[in-house]
């Protein structure tokens, strides 16, 4: 799609167009080239999940005026965004921990976690409000309001996901995000050598 739409786009001459799709292509690359630099393996539902949040927000977003045409939009992505934050939060700190589910109270893992995705998103607003100061863009759009819902929504996801993974830990947790996690360490388990699965 992305790949039509530049071509689309020189062939009418709209050079700022192909350029969007051109660096959301390239955006979508980054996950891929940054875990194998790492070493690190990513499930397909996620590398699929953050692909189609890079062409909702750079593409579809910026593009083609998502954010103005849809007054939900922002509040989708930043909410999906957070929740995806406190997911990998989790996966970070268990990681930490070498997958030991006991080797620290549960709650002040899903605490982590959810801290993790809260900064995330705020180091996000102060990226924008920097570059609307520096280089006069509107990423905030409506300005404080705009951060403040922006954050509001933050935490609301960065709150799922730790919730997430607090009802893993204590063998609750719902099939997709059980399967997500138990699908992320399969794949790298030289970080979770304390281990074990609840299916087993």
């Not at 996901?161 to 992320?184: K, M, Q, S, V």
Request: proline share 3%; aromatic share 18%.
């Amino acid at each position: 799609m992305l790949a039509i739409e530049f071509l689309l786009a020189l062939w009418e001459w709209q050079l700022a167009l192909a350029a969007v799709a051109c660096l959301t292509f390239v955006l979508t690359l980054v996950p891929m080239y940054l875990t194998s630099r790492l070493g690190i393996a990513l499930p397909t539902p996620l590398l699929v999940g953050i692909t189609i949040f890079i062409f909702a927000t750079i593409f579809l977003g910026e593009a083609f005026d998502f954010y103005n045409r849809y007054w939900w939009w922002d509040v989708a992505l930043h909410g999906t965004s957070a929740l995806g934050f406190g997911l990998l939060g989790f996966l970070v700190v268990f990681m930490l921990f070498e997958g030991d589910r006991y080797a620290a109270p549960h709650w002040a893992l899903a605490l982590i976690a959810f801290s993790f995705a809260v900064t995330i998103g705020a180091l996000w607003e102060i990226f924008e409000f920097g570059m609307d100061q520096i280089f006069g863009t509107n990423m905030q759009k409506s300005g404080l309001v705009d951060t403040m819902w922006d954050l509001v929504v933050d935490v609301i996801g960065a709150s799922l996901g730790a919730l997430a993974g607090w009802l893993y830990l204590i063998g609750r947790g719902p099939g997709p995000t059980r399967n997500l996690f138990e699908d992320f360490v399969a794949k790298n388990r030289r970080f979770y050598r304390k281990f074990k699965s609840q299916n087993k």
